[in-house]
């Protein structure tokens, strides 16, 4: 028996050990992007990046306690490695805060980031940089996030960093936006001007008070934030862990809208293969790409074959419990070719920049 116990383990350490471990890892979730919203990029879009993965999988994306996760939960999952309950931000089912996968980063030296299309204090990119009990204690999320160890920061939401006497929404004595000043960080309101980025000081670009405009409507696309994060890292050369958020596929979801919600996906995408041609200079790089929930219950109805005059029937303006996919590509990918529930997602991230991490 001791023998055995003993064969498994040398089996099990051997498996781990000769597994390659990514040195840099970028996820990028689409908010609500289901399969038909994927299908509908790949026949429309001949540059879409999900025909260049290696890896494909499938994500079951229930909370805890509901068959249809919200994005709090959902991305709770992705971050932690545990089901939480909806509305839940980086905390288990009894509210304790759970590691995530950026303070692992950090843990280990490396650097971390997030991006988000929407307010950085949002539920997707909070479950990353947070833990509060309900996703709408954005300020408090504000609060954290500064106090936080991230080191990139990209995105909407700069009134929940802001004093109340500059229109924001802390309390007058506070405005962690002329903290970040006053302790030299690279702190920006635009992406146009990202000179003397010092490595050493977090970067944050608060690009509007709250969400960004919707794709389309912006002279930048979610692509050159991740530009401007991954030349950050370039320059630490510390290794990283960034999250990428396409938050307003969600929004256009829910408002049932298809031309908006596409251009959102192709915003999206576009920042997919910023972050595979990154991968294809850097092979030590894994890039995985899911989605949190499904938003909209929408079918890829009508068209033409070459993608033009897309047609795509909602059913709901809420979410649903269909799967998304996982497009992985990268050392580690063969972890994803599976059909796992959201939160081993994290667990395999885990173990690939800890391999001896222990989920209890
Ligand atoms: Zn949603």
């Keep these: 028996m001791v023998k055995k116990v003993f064969l498994y383990f040398i089996l099990f350490t051997g498996i781990i050990l000769s597994q390659k471990l990514p040195e840099n890892i970028i996820i990028l979730i689409g908010d609500g992007m289901g399969l038909d919203y994927v299908t509908a990029n790949i026949v429309s879009d001949k540059d879409n990046p999900f025909v260049k993965f290696t890896s494909i999988g499938l994500s079951l994306t229930s909370s805890a306690k509901n068959l249809i996760t919200d994005s709090g939960a959902g991305a709770t999952a992705l971050s932690t490695g545990y089901r939480s309950y909806n509305h839940a931000i980086g905390v288990d089912t009894l509210q304790k805060p759970l590691l995530n996968l950026l303070e692992l980063a950090e843990r280990s030296g490396k650097n971390s980031g997030v991006i988000a299309t929407g307010s950085v204090t949002d539920a997707t990119p909070a479950s990353f940089l947070a833990h509060v009990a309900d996703r709408q204690y954005e300020t408090e999320i ?33 405005d962690y936006i002329d903290s970040m000043k006053n302790r030299g960080y690279n702190y920006f309101e635009d992406l146009k001007n990202l000179r003397n980025i010092k490595p050493d000081k977090p970067l944050f670009i608060l690009l509007e008070n709250k969400g960004l405009k919707p794709a389309g ?115 580690g990918e063969e972890n994803f070719r599976c059909i796992m529930p959201n939160n081993y997602i994290a667990r395999k991230l885990f173990r690939l920049l800890d391999p001896g991490y222990k989920f209890h």
């Design 142 to 174: 504000a609060r954290q996030t500064y106090y936080g160890d991230a080191d990139v920061v990209i995105g909407g939401g700069r009134s929940f960093f802001s004093s109340a006497g500059k229109g924001g929404r802390q309390i007058e004595t506070i």
């Design 217 to 331: 409507e912006r002279d930048y696309g979610l692509a050159d934030m991740v530009s401007a994060a991954l030349n950050y890292f370039t320059l630490s050369k510390k290794g990283f862990v960034l999250m990428v958020e396409g938050s307003q596929i969600d929004w256009a979801a829910h408002d049932n809208k298809t031309s908006q919600m596409l251009k959102e996906i192709d915003d999206f995408t576009e920042a997919v293969n910023t972050a595979l041609d990154f991968a294809g200079k850097n092979k030590n790089t894994l890039v995985i790409v899911t989605s949190d929930h499904e938003t909209g219950g929408g079918s890829l109805n009508g068209g033409n074959l070459d993608g033009t005059d897309l047609d795509i029937e909602f059913n709901t303006t809420g979410h649903t419990a269909g799967m998304v996919g996982i497009f992985a590509k990268g050392p």
